[in-house]
C-alpha cells in the first residue's frame, strides 16, 4: 500500500513537472508570437513589435523619457512610420543613385567591415597568455603591494607642556576620544575622536598634518594601540594612537591577473597590428611614395630655406625644387638665378653655372635678372681686377633677399 501510494505520489510530480515545463515552453512561444505581430504596415514593409521594441531601445536615455506611456510609444512608432514613407519617396526620386548618397555608403560599408575585422583578426586573436601575465607579475611584484599602513587619531595642542599634559592624563586612564573631543585644537578630527584615517608608508602627505617627516617617522615607530610622545608639526603638538595596522602585502597573481592583463593588453595589440601589417604588406604588396607624400612648402619658404642653408648642395635641391613645383612663380627666376650663382661662386663648378644662367635667359627673358644672367655669363671667368662693377650682382640679391 505504501509502495503503490509512493509511486501515485512520483506520477503526479512527474505529471506536474512536464505540465509545468509544457506551460514554460507554451509562453515562450507565445512570447515569440506576439513580438512578431505586425503594428504598423507601410507599402509592402511590415513594422513588427519586435522592430518597435529594438528601435526603442537604441533611443538615448535622455530622450527615453518622450516615448513612455501610450501615447509616447505612439508617438515613437509614429516616428518610424515617417522614416519609412520618407525612404520610400527618396528611393522613388533615385536618391540611392546619387553620387555623394552612393560614396557615404561605401564609406559606411568599408567602415563597418574594417571595424568587424579588426574585432575578428585583432581583438579575438590578440589573446595574452596567463604565462605571459606570470612572466610580468614574476618580474613586477613591486607594483603589486600594498604598502604598510597604519590608522591613527592625534589630539593636537598649542604648546608642548599642553602636549605632555594630555599625554599624563592619558597615562592615567582618561580615554583618547574624550580627551579629543575636548582639548584637541584641530575641529575636523576633534569630532570624530582625533581619528585622522590611514597613512601609508609610500605617502609623505599626512591628512590634517600636510608633509612632515617627523610626524610619518614617530607614527611608523609606534606598535599597536601605544601613544606617542609630542611630536612637532607646522600645526602643533600632537599626540597620537595607533589603533589599526596593516602589514605589507603582496598580492596573489589571481588578484591582480585582471590588472595585469590592461597593462599589457594595448602594446599587445599593437604589435599584433604590426604583424598583421607586415604580412598583409607582403601578401598584397605595398609601395611608398615618400616624395609625393612630402608636405609641400610655399616658393617663398623653399626660397628663405635655401637662402639661409650653410649647405649649397642643399640649397640647390630648393631652388630646384621651386623651379619644377612653381615654374610659374617670381620666385622662380630668382631661383634659377641662385642655381646658377651658387654652381658658380661657391662651388666653382662653372659649365653648370652657364647652364643654369642659360635656362633662365631662354624661360625667363623678360625678367628682371635676365640682364645679371647674361652679365654673369660675360664676366664669369674674369678676375675682380678685370672688370667694374663686380659687386653688381651681389648687391642686387642682397636687396631681393630683403624684399622677400
Not at 323 to 330: D, G, H, I, L, R
Request: charged share 35%; hydrophobic share 35%.
Amino acid at each position: 500500500m505504501k509502495m503503490t501510494k509512493l509511486f501515485l505520489s512520483n506520477l503526479t510530480m512527474i505529471c506536474f513537472l512536464w505540465i509545468s515545463c509544457g506551460c514554460s515552453i507554451a509562453e515562450e512561444a507565445e512570447k515569440g508570437d506576439e513580438g512578431n505581430k505586425v503594428v504598423a504596415k507601410v507599402g509592402d514593409m511590415e513594422i513588427t513589435l519586435n522592430y518597435f521594441e529594438e528601435e526603442l531601445a537604441k533611443v538615448p536615455p535622455m530622450q527615453k523619457h518622450q516615448f513612455t506611456g501610450p501615447k509616447g510609444r505612439k508617438d515613437f512608432l509614429d516616428r518610424l512610420i515617417l522614416n519609412e514613407l520618407m525612404y520610400f519617396h527618396a528611393l522613388d526620386i533615385d536618391m540611392d543613385k546619387d553620387e555623394n548618397v552612393v560614396k557615404q555608403m561605401e564609406d559606411l560599408n568599408r567602415r563597418v567591415i574594417l571595424r568587424e575585422y579588426y574585432k575578428r583578426e585583432v581583438q579575438e586573436k590578440s589573446v595574452l597568455t596567463d604565462d605571459q601575465l606570470q612572466e610580468y607579475y614574476d618580474t613586477h611584484k613591486d607594483e603589486f603591494v600594498d604598502e604598510k599602513k597604519i590608522k591613527v587619531r592625534q589630539i593636537v595642542t598649542e604648546d608642548e607642556n599642553g602636549a605632555k599634559s594630555i599625554k599624563k592624563r592619558l597615562e592615567d586612564g582618561e580615554k583618547f576620544e574624550d580627551i579629543a573631543k575636548e582639548e584637541s585644537i584641530d575641529e575636523p578630527t576633534a569630532k570624530r575622536g582625533g581619528l585622522m584615517g590611514f597613512l601609508s608608508e609610500n605617502n609623505n602627505y599626512i591628512p590634517y598634518v600636510g608633509k612632515s617627516d617627523d610626524f610619518k617617522t614617530a607614527a611608523f615607530a609606534l606598535s599597536l594601540n601605544t601613544v606617542s610622545d609630542p611630536i612637532e608639526s607646522t600645526k602643533g603638538y600632537h599626540i597620537i594612537e595607533i589603533v589599526e595596522m596593516q602589514d605589507r602585502r603582496e598580492k596573489p597573481f589571481d588578484e591582480v591577473k585582471t590588472q595585469i592583463e590592461s597593462i599589457l593588453k594595448p602594446q599587445h595589440l599593437k604589435e599584433s597590428i604590426d604583424n598583421l601589417g607586415v604580412e598583409l604588406k607582403k601578401n598584397y604588396g605595398y609601395e611608398f611614395f615618400e616624395e609625393n607624400f612630402v608636405e609641400k612648402k610655399s616658393p617663398k619658404e623653399l626660397f628663405d630655406e635655401a637662402q639661409n642653408s650653410k649647405d649649397p648642395r642643399k640649397a640647390l635641391l630648393l631652388y630646384e625644387a621651386i623651379v619644377q613645383q612653381y615654374p610659374e612663380t617670381e620666385h622662380a627666376y630668382k631661383a634659377q638665378f641662385m642655381i646658377g650663382f651658387v654652381y658658380s661662386e661657391q662651388l666653382t663648378e662653372r659649365d653648370k653655372a652657364k647652364e643654369a644662367f642659360g635656362i633662365l635667359i631662354e624661360k625667363y627673358p623678360d625678367s628682371e635678372l635676365a640682364d645679371d644672367a647674361r652679365w654673369m655669363l660675360e664676366n664669369m671667368n674674369k678676375s675682380p681686377e678685370e672688370f667694374e662693377g663686380g659687386e653688381k650682382t651681389d648687391e642686387k640679391m642682397d636687396k631681393e633677399k630683403d624684399q622677400d
